[in-house]
């Protein structure tokens, strides 16, 4: 099965307009669908909405040809899809290879927010841009004063010279219900003012292409050059900005993905006023709890998130969270997934502790924490490196299809943990078996069986060799990133 690619929409636009399309995209660019026939017509809303609606070209610059480089080049664009890249790398560009390649050309979308001259768009639009230009409905076109943008939403402003702009309103992204009939609106491949309908797919998506998501999904077609326009709803509100299409041809597929507003209204704003997004921060990595893990833990209503990873002088290591805790709840606010902390976080006040409601080791404790300002690369990088091949030694469970082995200097080394590592690592994990769907991955450290500590090999045999499949056995699991996972095993033909 190939793999669908997230493909920022604006990314290829200044890249295909001019060049014949390849072949594998050919006969894969789908009709969106129709609506309903039922009388109505979206006329007077798109009528309210277009003439805040600009479509924008990205000018970025020129690009020195390496010595002895070869004439085709391929354009160093993240999320481009492999067909993409190979159909570049194989076609010939239509200019002389010279000392310095030509200015690329991107187009995308965005809409005013501001009747001061304030354009919302992409962070992917205008990142690395040299010259922005805007194109009104009316015609008029506006050079770029100053970009502000925040890559770790994907979000950015374009300020403009220009007095009693027509104005969009964002609209409450929480009220909005899957089939409710939505418009997307923008410039698809450099086509100005284009309209396309659609119903909400689905709500609170996480595709974990920025640091902040909140994805609202449609069927609405979105193509290249959508990027930074506006998805509205019936009364002309802006629930969505466009952003990403899910695809394995790059083009629509039925998938759109728009950030949401209630996200954007909590970025653009502080970018207006000082270029910059504050936000607090805990430190750390959240990942969601199963309900069925949570129930086999004892955590209160089977809800609540694991701390993969607690960093280094954060608020969350002065506070005492450790990896591996389960955390229920944020000042008083219960919590079921990572999205749910940022936001919780985000929104409260730096300087000030706030508790903690973890459970750890089966145990309820309360910790105080107090939320420092985030700092402005923090999470923009990851340190995480690429898994090691390492051997398939060690004792074999099979009941549960895996091998596990003493951590050793080498083995630490091969599957890219601290040299000083301890444990029981998972060498081995067999192809549909019982580990294998339930998420065991090759290469993890085991830390806990059911609660129980394991420092070797041999106490992970002795352990997972006695339990109960039945009644599922809870494995507490480190990454060589540092990060903890719990995975519930259980068989109904177990003993």
């Not at 951590?407 to 444990?423: C, I, L, N, T, W």
């Not at 078996?433 to 450290?445: H, I, K, N, P, Y």
Request: proline content about 6%; hydrophobic content about 40%.
């Amino acid at each position: 099965m190939r793999k669908k690619t997230l493909l920022p929409v604006s990314m290829i636009m200044g890249l295909l307009l001019g060049c014949n399309l390849p072949s594998f995209l050919k006969g894969h660019m789908q009709e969106p669908p129709s609506q309903p026939r039922d009388g109505s017509s979206y006329r007077d809303v798109i009528k309210r909405v277009l003439p805040a609606v600009v479509s924008i070209e990205a000018k970025y610059k020129s690009i020195a040809r390496r010595k002895n480089a070869s004439p085709r080049w391929v354009p160093e664009m993240p999320g481009l899809p492999d067909e993409l890249r190979r159909f570049f790398d194989e076609s010939q560009l239509p200019f002389e290879f010279g000392d310095e390649l030509p200015p690329m050309h991107g187009y995308a979308s965005g809409f005013v927010i501001d009747p001061s001259g304030v354009i919302l768009t992409n962070h992917h639009v205008v990142k690395g841009a040299e010259k922005i230009t805007v194109e009104f409905q009316d015609g008029r076109t506006f050079v770029a004063k100053e970009i502000r943008s925040d890559p770790k939403s994907d979000l950015a402003i374009i300020l403009i010279d220009a007095k009693n702009l027509p104005v969009l309103e964002f609209g409450d992204s929480d009220l909005i219900e899957i089939g409710d009939r939505v418009l997307a609106v923008g410039a698809p491949f450099g086509l100005a003012g284009s309209v396309t309908s659609g119903i909400v797919s689905g709500k609170g998506r996480n595709m974990q292409m920025t640091m902040y998501e909140d994805y609202v999904q449609t069927d609405a077609a979105i193509n290249p050059g959508n990027s930074g326009g506006p998805l509205v709803n019936l009364d002309g509100k802006v629930i969505g900005i466009n952003t990403a299409i899910k695809t394995r041809t790059g083009g629509w597929q039925g998938i759109g993905l728009a950030i949401a507003s209630n996200l954007v209204k909590n970025v653009w704003p502080q970018l207006q006023k000082g270029g910059h997004v504050h936000r607090g921060y805990l430190g750390i990595q959240a990942r969601k709890l199963a309900p069925d893990v949570a129930s086999h833990m004892g955590v209160p209503n089977n809800a609540g998130v694991v701390v993969g990873k607690v960093y280094e002088n954060t608020p969350a290591s002065k506070a005492g969270l450790k990896d591996g805790d389960v955390l229920t709840s944020i000042s008083g606010k219960l919590v079921k997934d990572g999205q749910q902390v940022q936001r919780i976080v985000t929104e409260l006040p730096t300087g000030k502790p706030v508790d903690l409601v973890i459970f750890r080791d089966g145990k309820p404790m309360t910790l105080s924490a107090v939320i420092e300002a985030q700092p402005a690369e923090y999470g923009l990088a990851s340190s995480s490196e690429p898994l090691q091949h390492g051997d398939a030694e060690g004792v074999s469970l099979k009941s549960l299809g895996i091998k596990v082995a003493d951590m050793s200097p080498e083995r630490a080394s091969q599957f890219g943990f601290k040299k000083d590592a301890q444990g029981a690592v998972i060498t081995y994990v067999e192809s549909g078996s019982l580990a294998a769907e339930a998420g065991v991955e090759r290469g993890s450290l085991i830390l806990k069986v059911d609660k129980k500590p394991v420092n070797n090999a041999q106490e992970a045999q002795s352990e997972l060799g006695s339990v109960s499949l039945k009644r599922g056995v809870l494995l507490q699991l480190q990454s060589p990133q540092g990060g903890v996972a719990f995975i519930l095993i259980k068989s109904d033909a177990g003993k």
